[in-house]
């Protein structure tokens, strides 16, 4: 597992706490108020007991946490039940960039835009594998979802990009670090609205009635005692909590790309991989949905993006901003276009006979990066995982290839630049920047999987869907856990808007009369 995640949810909990973000419940206490991301200990006397809310929601990343604000702006009763120390998952420790069609400030740097080109070039990115209903409920929501997230405190940069694997210049960076601003967010809108918060909570079951209607989940309780923190003997056996919803469950867990038995069942080929996903994505609950009857779509679709290799832990990410930075083979030749999608470099990376590459930027392009990437950049040079060069022959020494090439490589890219002619076919929106200004920098760039496209099928309410394509009554989900929205590969800055939107989509249905 990469390091920088669990520094990331570390970091983050400090945050919370500091916040004044800790009155958060944690088993095995449902009566007590504790700080549970600042580790303290549940008080002794607990009994086995059963909950109940009017919608109960299993996840507390980007998907969960939108949901659950979502419902209570309805004046439902919400429980929210996370199994890690504190909240996030993938949202905490992504880039942070959320892509949505944004009239005002694509004007102003004369981008034309459309919902209807956004729901094509997703359509044309998933290779007939998307379902058009949900592509085009996301390109029609994801603007107000923006709107949404401004109006609890959200703030992004006015100049749009076009991020890795994106396609189109209508992606937005947050002023905050990376994904912790949506957690830190959504987290405090929920507590404001009155929304039971829960970590260290994993759910084990979905519980359903006679006619198959889900009824609540059970939940592990994990016993301590206040004195010392320590587990007691419970002689082996755990115990357990059943949450009831009066209006629905709604699944927001996360996929399975921090679950390597699951990944190599599904996509053999990517088994060794290093994975950049929160350690709580491992799938259960996308298993447990399919248990009881819900359908499965896209398994093997999984993502990849560059960063550790095979026997590295440190991702360093130079590739983010697709105008800044060249990829280049063990000859120091560049070998794909790197605007490209993500499929296909994916693929041209692990048929390299070392399974890795060199991504290159020169100063500028360092600088281009937000300062957690920077410093993760500067941290690789320390392990190995980057390096920094005065001159490109210093760079090519250091990486172990051929001068004489990749000074050729970068002196052609400045061409392709210069005359907006890129012979790998590189978009002209993306030959703006030559590599010129010194230091220079590389990073290792193999492939670490980043994000599983398969899940549980759902309908555009967000509906849990069984294989008949009938919605499995009171159970929805959103988010990574689900399937559909992105078939065979996934646009850069899709995730958050994927997630938050349906997550927002799913708070307002459950429980609704009419869908």
């Not at 469950?249 to 390597?260: H, K, Q």
Request: aromatic share 4%; charged share 25%; net charge neutral.
């Amino acid at each position: 597992m990469i390091r920088q995640i669990d520094e990331g949810k570390r970091r983050f909990c400090r945050s919370l706490v500091g916040c004044g973000l800790g009155r958060v419940l944690e088993w095995p206490c449902a009566s007590h108020a504790v700080l549970a991301l600042s580790g303290a200990a549940c008080v002794t006397g607990c009994s086995d007991v059963t909950l109940h809310a009017d919608v109960v929601i299993v996840g507390g990343g980007g998907a969960g946490l939108a949901a659950a604000v979502s419902a209570a702006e309805r004046k439902l009763s919400v429980i929210l039940l996370e199994k890690e120390a504190a909240f996030g998952g993938n949202t905490a420790v992504s880039t942070g960039l959320f892509s949505a069609v944004d009239p005002v400030r694509q004007k102003r740097q004369g981008i034309e835009d459309s919902e209807e080109l956004y729901a094509e070039h997703m359509l044309q990115s998933g290779r007939g594998k998307s379902d058009p209903k949900l592509v085009r409920t996301l390109a029609h929501e994801a603007p107000s979802t923006l709107c949404w997230l401004e109006s609890m405190g959200m703030r992004f940069s006015d100049e749009l990009i076009e991020s890795y694997g994106s396609h189109w210049v209508r992606d937005h960076r947050p002023l905050t670090a990376n994904g912790l601003g949506y957690v830190r967010v959504l987290v405090t809108k929920a507590m404001q609205l009155g929304v039971d918060l829960r970590t260290n909570s994993p759910v084990t079951n979905l519980l359903t009635d006679k006619n198959g209607v889900v009824t609540g989940v059970r939940v592990v309780r994990k016993s301590t005692s206040a004195a010392d923190g320590k587990k007691r003997d419970g002689g082996g056996k755990n115990e357990y909590v059943d949450v009831l919803a009066r209006h629905g469950v709604i699944l927001a867990s996360g996929g399975f790309g921090a679950n390597p038995d699951m990944v190599a069942r599904y996509a053999p080929n990517l088994a060794d991989l290093t994975t950049d996903n929160a350690p709580g994505n491992t799938g259960e609950m996308i298993v447990e949905a399919a248990r009881i009857g819900a359908a499965l779509r896209d398994m093997s679709e999984i993502q990849c993006l560059p960063g550790c290799p095979k026997g590295r832990t440190h991702r360093v990410r130079l590739h983010t901003d697709v105008s800044r930075f060249i990829m280049v083979n063990h000859d120091g030749r560049r070998f794909v276009r790197e605007d490209g999608r993500r499929d296909d470099l994916r693929d041209a990376v692990l048929a390299l006979p070392e399974r890795f590459a060199y991504s290159i930027v020169d100063n500028r392009g360092l600088e281009s990066h937000n300062i957690l990437v920077q410093k993760e950049t500067v941290i690789g040079v320390e392990t190995g995982d980057a390096f920094r060069a005065d001159s490109l022959e210093e760079l090519a020494r250091k990486i172990g290839v051929p001068a004489g090439a990749l000074i050729e490589s970068v002196e052609t890219y400045n061409h392709a630049v210069a005359t907006k002619r890129d012979p790998f076919g590189r978009d002209p929106m993306n030959l703006i920047h030559e590599i010129r200004t010194p230091p220079f920098w590389a990073c290792l760039a193999g492939m670490t999987i980043h994000t599983t496209m398969g899940g549980i099928a759902i309908d555009e309410h967000a509906r849990v869907l069984d294989a008949l394509g009938r919605p499995i009554p009171k159970l929805f989900a959103a988010g990574e856990t689900t399937g559909g929205v992105h078939g065979a590969n996934r646009l850069g800055a899709h995730g958050l808007p994927d997630a938050l939107t349906f997550g927002r989509i799913a708070g307002k249905n459950v429980g609704a009369e009419k869908l």
